[in-house]
């Protein structure tokens, strides 16, 4: 990849999914060239996919497995194929990595036909859960903060949690610090 494709991908992810250049830089930081699908015409990037490397819990076994995100193609170049193209690459590589599942999240709920059309299929449902705590204002104000990103213990709570559903991507350390 050169610098060029760099800054185009990252232009095509700010367009598409609107995030800011901080978060923008940690994704293509912590990304392998080999782990980006692109279709380019004429040196321009028309659309783009990311494969990452995770282990699935499913149930009493551990699997490897890949995670496909930050599929995007330029809003002019949507319905001619290119991203039928990339995922093909993508589940031929999956294979060839011996992955035992090849999993991603629709962004929305139109895309899981789209996507059952190339042969994914549902498999399990993510939840989210939110908790609200009431501070506790007789804590002394001058309490050492402990970022959650560096402390092995809030990894290890993290750990345990995703462990305990039946099916689930594993994070390691270093993508529980992204």
């Known amino acids: 990849m050169t610098d060029s494709d760099i800054s185009q991908l990252k232009a095509l992810w700010q367009d598409v999914f609107g995030d800011t250049p901080e978060y923008i830089n940690l994704v ?93 299929k549902t498999a399990f449902y993510a939840g989210f859960q939110s908790y609200a705590a009431i501070p506790d204002f007789s804590v002394p104000a001058r309490q050492k903060i402990v970022k959650i990103e560096d402390n092995l213990f809030f990894y290890s709570f993290f750990l345990e949690q995703e462990l305990l559903r039946p099916v689930t991507l594993l994070h390691t350390l270093e993508q529980f610090r992204k």
């Open 28 to 120: 293509f930081h912590e990304s392998h060239a080999d782990d980006i699908f692109t279709v380019s015409r004429g040196g321009q990037i028309l659309s783009m996919g990311f494969l990452q490397a995770y282990t699935l819990k499913y149930h009493d076994r551990l699997l490897p497995a890949g995670y496909f995100y930050g599929a995007a193609t330029r809003p002019g170049e949507r319905g001619k194929g290119h991203m039928a193209r990339i995922l093909q690459n993508v589940i031929s590589e999956a294979e060839r990595r011996h992955y035992a599942a090849l999993i991603l999240i629709p962004a929305d709920g139109g895309l899981y036909d789209y996507y059952s059309r190339i042969g994914f």
